[in-house]
């Protein structure tokens, strides 16, 4: 199976891409999404998570994010730790994934892509990209938080430059006709690469 990595900053508008590509039919795995879930379902990580963050980690049986975010988005060194619990069990998850999955290709959402290096097992890497400015509105518009808490978390994440030097395809996601054009466009070359594979 042939493995997309889909990357790029908070803000950037990867949940709209993936839609596009969702709308071409094609399956995607959503890493924060699904490392949410398992974080609330797996007892082995709720026991890591609380023991290394302490009970504060879980309200009830649900994660606590804000208390986690405010521990992780200032500390880049207790990110690594969460990463570190997490993201081994999401690899996992996705192996999984791989395995039921229909589509020509498959689409592997991660922020922290490269910082996870979830890119290792990638074929293909597209980053989306767009200006701070447009990325801040949007989160703004978006979230309940502050222009510092996105500033924090930018500062946490690969720089778009680094980013896009170890990308095959780049979207610089402002105008929504252009990025849909851009997304069939990457769509069809990945077709084309798939064929000549075969």
């Known amino acids: 199976m042939i493995i997309v990595g889909l990357t790029g900053g908070i803000g950037s508008g990867k949940t709209t891409i993936l839609k596009m590509f969702q709308d071409l039919e094609i399956d995607c795995y959503i890493a924060d999404i699904e490392a949410r879930k398992l974080m609330n379902s797996s007892k082995k990580i ?5 023991e290394e963050f302490g009970e504060q980690t879980y309200d009830a049986s649900e994660l606590n994010r804000k208390y986690i975010a405010e521990i992780v988005f200032e500390n880049p060194e207790r990110l690594k730790i969460l990463n570190s619990i997490v993201h081994p069990r999401v ?5 999984k994934f791989i395995k039921k999955a229909e589509s020509d290709y498959v689409i592997y959402e991660n922020a922290i892509l490269f910082e996870s290096k979830g890119d290792k097992k990638c074929d293909y890497i597209i980053t989306v990209t767009a200006p701070i400015d447009v990325r801040i509105k949007r989160i703004l518009a978006r979230d309940t938080t502050t222009k510092v808490d996105i500033l924090n978390r930018i500062k946490n994440q690969l720089s778009d430059e680094e980013k896009t030097s170890k990308s095959d395809f780049v979207i610089n996601n402002i105008d929504l006709k252009k990025t849909k054009k851009e997304v069939i466009k990457i769509h069809v070359k990945i077709l084309q690469k798939i064929k000549e594979k075969d």
């Open 91 to 95: 690899h996992k998850h996705f192996k």
């Open 46 to 50: 709720k026991k890591e998570l609380i």
